[in-house]
């Protein structure tokens, strides 16, 4: 079994990285989460169209910004 770095050890890969090497990874992890959800959303609906599947993905990321954003303490 492999490993994971601690946490220390983590920041300080990341601290080497370039700001590109950072957001490749970043889009990188979006897409992978996007297409965890998508695949669960399936098991779940297994009659839904893609079509219906692309909307529930959508309406599910814009849930979990919206609740996002109501935690964030606003900007005075």
Known sequence: MIE???PKEYYEILR???GEERMKIAFELSEMTRQ?????IKAQN?????EEVEHEAFRRMMLW????SLKR???S
Do not use: V
Request: no cysteine; aromatic share 0%; proline share 17%.
């Open 4 to 6: 994971e770095p601690k």
């Open 16 to 18: 080497r990285m370039t």
């Open 36 to 40: 965890i959800m998508i695949a669960g």
């Open 46 to 50: 297994p009659d839904m169209t893609p």
């Open 65 to 68: 910004h919206k609740l996002n």
């Open 73 to 75: 303490p606003s900007k």
